[in-house]
Antibody, heavy 123, light 110 residues
Framework: EVQLLESGGGLVQPGGSLRLSCAAS????????MIWVRQAPGKGLEWVSG????????YYADSVKGRFTISRDNSKNTLYLQMNSLRAEDTAVYYC????????????????WGQGTMVTVSS | QSALTQPRSVSGSPGQSVTISCTGA?????????VSWYQQHPNKAPKLMIY???ERPSGVPDRFSGSKSGNTASLTISGLQAEDEADYYC??????????FGGGTKLTVL
């Protein structure tokens, strides 16, 4: 079964750090670009970061640039999001998602999503 | 990186059709044929309903269709059913592994 499973969320104080993980199974992880998307309570979806299949190209939303780092370990079929200098406005459910096209330089649409992991930034 | 513009809500009766619009810019919706639509039920992960403007993933009913004209994309749901009640988000590729989502539209089936 094709699956993504996020972990690493929790409660953290403002200014703190968390590392989210997204374990992939059921498909050739190293062939697909991946993204992180978040959803604040009661709000819409917001793209956070994207990474190429090889991991050589990474991109960030302006709201997280300089604070978050996306990476992947294709040998472990795992995607990561290192989140530093966390703010209250980073409070959200964080989803990892897989692009549907293998070995593509573009993002065509995310056909597989994880169940999400909640990050709460509060003192 | 401004969100794409969607109506906040739409509604229709069972069996009717509804259309949700999604307006962006030439740098996103108008510049790429990589518009996708997602359905999200409460407390669930988004589900891909349309990709590449008008293509349906396997398993998505053909009641769902997509189109695009210029900087505006549209999702049409025909033959509305109760289970279609959900939030719908458009999404456009914007270059360099970047995507932009719409603000979301709440569909109510009356």
């Amino acid at each position: 079964e094709v699956q993504l499973l996020e972990s690493g969320g929790g409660l953290v104080q403002p200014g703190g750090s968390l590392r989210l993980s997204c374990a992939a199974s059921g498909f050739t992880f190293s062939s697909y670009a991946m993204i992180w998307v978040r959803q604040a309570p009661g709000k819409g979806l917001e793209w956070v970061s994207g990474i190429s299949a090889s991991g050589g190209s990474t991109y960030y939303a302006d709201s997280v640039k300089g604070r978050f780092t996306i990476s992947r370990d294709n040998s472990k079929n795992t995607l990561y999001l290192q989140m530093n200098s966390l703010r209250a406005e980073d409070t959200a459910v964080y989803y990892c998602a897989k692009d549907r096209k293998p070995r593509s330089a573009d993002l065509s649409g995310s056909d597989i999503w994880g169940q999400g992991t909640m990050v709460t930034v509060s003192s | 990186q401004s969100a794409l513009t969607q109506p906040r809500s739409v509604s229709g009766s069972p069996g009717q059709s509804v259309t949700i619009s999604c307006t962006g810019a030439s740098s996103d919706v108008g510049g790429y044929d990589y518009v996708s639509w997602y359905q999200q039920h409460p407390n669930k992960a988004p589900k891909l309903m349309i990709y590449d403007v008008r293509e349906r993933p396997s398993g998505v009913p053909d009641r769902f269709s997509g189109s695009k004209s210029g900087n505006t994309a549209s999702l049409t749901i025909s033959g509305l059913q109760a289970e279609d009640e959900a939030d719908y988000y458009c999404c456009s590729y914007a270059g360099s592994y970047t995507v932009i989502f719409g603000g979301g539209t709440k569909l109510t089936v009356l």
